[in-house]
């Protein structure tokens, strides 16, 4: 149980154009989700928290009109980036909070920004 | 502000020994700690997951343990194997388990 798919696996854009990145609880329901970044041999780092029903809390430093982020029912949140340019050329992982207020993790987006 | 900390930043050793993968937190008031696997371009794999009530925690060849009042972590692996190479992640969730920090990880390769 409490198993959480991501989606894509592996994107690539053109710089300029936005992406959009799902992240779906598929047996349990979240009322929180978080979104992570990895640059590469960096750890994860967070972005924001994603609240069912209302605004995310964005960490310092991220944009948060750069990085939507919409959490519009219990089992899924997505993860705009808007107008993507190389440097947001990372590792996004998402992650639910089920019970126990263990968060269980996505397999990871790596997004490459040409 | 919680920090972790993980020490060594990579480690190589022949396949058959045991080693230690070692973490240290800054916050001793923490929810609970983590242990992660993660291959490369992979996400992540939860191996242990040691309650702040809890000492330690065991699966297989694995074993974390938990010292609060030292802010300190370790992950056992015994008869490590080739398979066992990746990168090693400490993660630490503050009071509420709302937010998880993690350390920077120990790259690990284990030689045939």
């Known amino acids: 149980g409490a198993v959480v798919s991501q989606h894509p696996s592996w994107v690539i854009c053109k710089s300029g154009t936005s992406v959009k990145i799902e992240c779906r609880s598929l047996?349990?329901?979240?009322?929180?989700m978080f979104w992570y970044r990895q640059f590469p041999k960096q750890s994860l780092m967070l972005m924001a928290t994603?609240?069912?029903?209302?605004?995310?809390?964005?960490e310092q430093g991220v944009e948060k009109d750069k990085f939507l982020i919409n959490h519009a029912s219990l089992t899924l949140s997505t993860l705009t980036v808007t107008s993507a340019h190389p440097e947001d050329s990372s590792f996004y992982i998402c992650?639910?909070?089920?019970?126990?207020?263990?968060?269980?993790f996505g397999a990871g987006t790596r997004l490459s920004v040409l | 502000k919680q920090e972790v900390t993980q020490i060594p930043a990579a480690l190589s050793v022949p396949e058959g020994e045991n080693l230690v993968l070692n973490c240290s937190f800054t916050d001793s008031a923490i929810y609970n700690l983590q242990w992660f696997r993660q291959d490369p371009g992979k996400g992540l794999t939860s191996l242990l997951l040691?309650?702040?009530?809890?000492r330690e925690q065991t699966s297989g060849r694995l074993n974390a343990s938990l010292d609060k009042s030292s802010g300190r972590s370790t992950l056992y692996i015994a008869a490590s194997q080739p398979g066992d190479s990746a990168t090693y992640l400490c993660?630490?969730?503050?009071?509420?388990?709302?937010?998880?920090?993690f350390g920077s990880g120990t790259r690990l390769s284990i030689r045939p």
């Open positions: 047996d349990f329901q979240a009322t929180t």
């Open positions: 040691i309650q702040s009530s809890q």
């Open positions: 992650s639910a909070l089920g019970g126990a207020d263990i968060q269980y």
């Open positions: 993660a630490v969730g503050d009071s509420s388990a709302s937010k998880i920090i």
């Open positions: 994603s609240n069912e029903g209302s605004k995310a809390t964005y």
